[in-house]
């Protein structure tokens, strides 16, 4: 047919509508929905048909077009996906995933009250952050702690309490620059702090903060370089050595851990990364880190340090603000329980699992996937192979942890066409391209998402 008799043969609204199929779907759904997508999808065959790139339509087709849009409009904005990238923290996916027992208790108080500022010893008004701080105390060492959204707001909220109108010494090389363009400077310029910087990028000295300490220096700041490493000639003070000299010139010592870790990884083949409790061992008078990365709990900041200052902090007005709600603390809570149990944390608590266990578990487990993909395709080719995980969030950027992978190619689809289409499946499934070949990396898939993949590919092989 030609263009005209393609136009022609689009059918009308009203016609549409006494079809069976959209019958049922407008017991469903709104009248006004329906006819949303009808008209949204008429006019893409017509447009469609105008611009030369279809040359064949039928009803059939126009119908089943029609309630895949409806499906569409139905669907949540915000859905589960499949992380086969190999990028543990990914911080576009959600970054960590929760562990079961964090989830059990986001559902048990999501579905009913709680007495998320009720003290039921005392029958009245209580603090919503005394559900976690005694178990943050315990875990690391320190005298009090508190809960905001993110370590952003937790850095924040720190130095406008401590150093409003007053001078925070921190070293150029650890003027860092966060997730989603987020600078450390300009954190410190909305808190009302003024910046000071000292030393050069690779190397400060101890009398590069002595030389800038005045009367009106109120605190002294490290941030921990999470997500970037200077190598070669380089100099930084100690942490030691900075809360001495906090500690003579009475003087708080501000520690920006970001991810924040309550494990030593080092233990487990990493490279070193400072602990919480380490830096409260210290003497650091405050300590800021992330509770949704290393962690591997829900976002949150999460404040640890001298009671004193921790008060001031939730006396503060931007602690309102910035504050978590019941689903978080909830979360944070079933999330630091885990810790107590430092035999079983790492198989508790998914990010670790997925960040320390041996690639072994995952070459089995990438054979499994193989042989059921193989089973069930017939237009791909797949090879088992060694390959590289990363941690992700901005953390451990060094790191490379050895894993296994799928690397699937076909004759007949390009690689950016399987990687599109998977992401475009029902329960979207997010891969990597490397060579003209689709990756699926074992390390951040569940066991339980195989059948997800196996049928995403199938889908491909339909057409």
Not at 223 to 244: D, Q
């Amino acid at each position: 047919m030609n263009k005209n008799e393609l136009l022609r043969s689009l059918p009308k609204v009203d016609e549409i509508l006494k079809e069976e199929i959209m019958e049922e779907a407008i017991k469903k759904n709104s009248r006004g929905l329906i006819l949303d997508c009808i008209r949204e999808t008429v006019d893409w065959y017509r447009n469609n048909i105008v611009n030369g790139k279809i040359n064949d339509i039928s009803k059939e087709t126009i119908l089943k077009s029609i309630i895949s849009n409806l499906n569409k409009k139905n669907d949540l904005h915000l859905k589960k996906v499949i992380n086969a990238t190999g990028i543990v923290i990914h911080t576009n996916l959600g970054r960590s995933v929760l562990c079961k027992e964090s989830i059990k208790n986001v559902v048990k108080i999501a579905e009913g009250y709680s007495n998320l500022e009720y003290n039921l010893d005392k029958g009245m008004r209580g603090s919503r952050y005394d559900h976690v701080e005694e178990l943050i105390k315990v875990l690391t060492g320190a005298e009090a702690a508190m809960v905001v959204n993110n370590n952003a707001a937790a850095v924040l909220l720190a130095l406008n309490t401590l150093c409003k109108d007053k001078q925070a010494i921190v070293s150029r090389g650890e003027l860092v620059e966060i997730g989603g363009s987020f600078r450390i400077p300009d954190v410190m310029s909305f808190s009302g702090a003024e910046l000071i910087e000292v030393g050069t990028t690779n190397r400060t000295h101890l009398y590069d903060y002595e030389n800038n300490i005045n009367e009106n220096t109120g605190i002294l700041l490290r941030v921990h370089s999470s997500n970037f490493k200077i190598i070669g000639f380089t100099e930084r003070v100690s942490l030691e050595e900075l809360v001495k000299l906090g500690c003579k010139n009475n003087i708080p010592i501000i520690e920006d851990i970001g991810s924040g870790t309550l494990i030593d990884f080092s233990k487990y083949g990493f490279n070193y990364e400072p602990t919480v409790q380490n830096s409260i061992k210290k003497g650091v008078d405050i300590v800021t880190f992330s509770g949704d990365k290393m962690l591997g709990g829900p976002q949150a900041g999460i404040i640890v340090g001298k009671k004193v200052l921790i008060e001031k902090m939730k006396k503060n007005q931007l602690t309102r603000a910035l504050r978590i709600d019941k689903m978080t603390l909830a979360a944070l809570e079933g999330t630091l329980k885990m810790y107590l149990n430092e035999e079983k944390v790492v198989e508790l608590i998914p990010t670790l699992y997925m960040l320390l266990t041996s690639k072994e578990i995952h070459k089995k487990r990438a054979g499994r996937l193989k042989r059921k993909l193989l089973k069930n395709l017939s237009n791909f080719s797949i090879s088992l192979n060694e390959d590289y995980s990363m941690v992700g969030g901005g953390s451990m950027p060094e790191e490379k942890i050895e894993t296994y992978v799928l690397k699937i190619r076909s004759d007949i689809y390009k690689s950016e066409e399987i990687e599109k289409r998977l992401r475009e499946n029902i329960i979207p499934i997010i891969t990597r391209i490397n060579k003209d070949e689709v990756i699926i990396d074992l390390r951040t898939i569940k066991d339980e998402e195989f059948d997800i993949i196996v049928e995403g590919f199938k889908s491909i092989d339909k057409v």
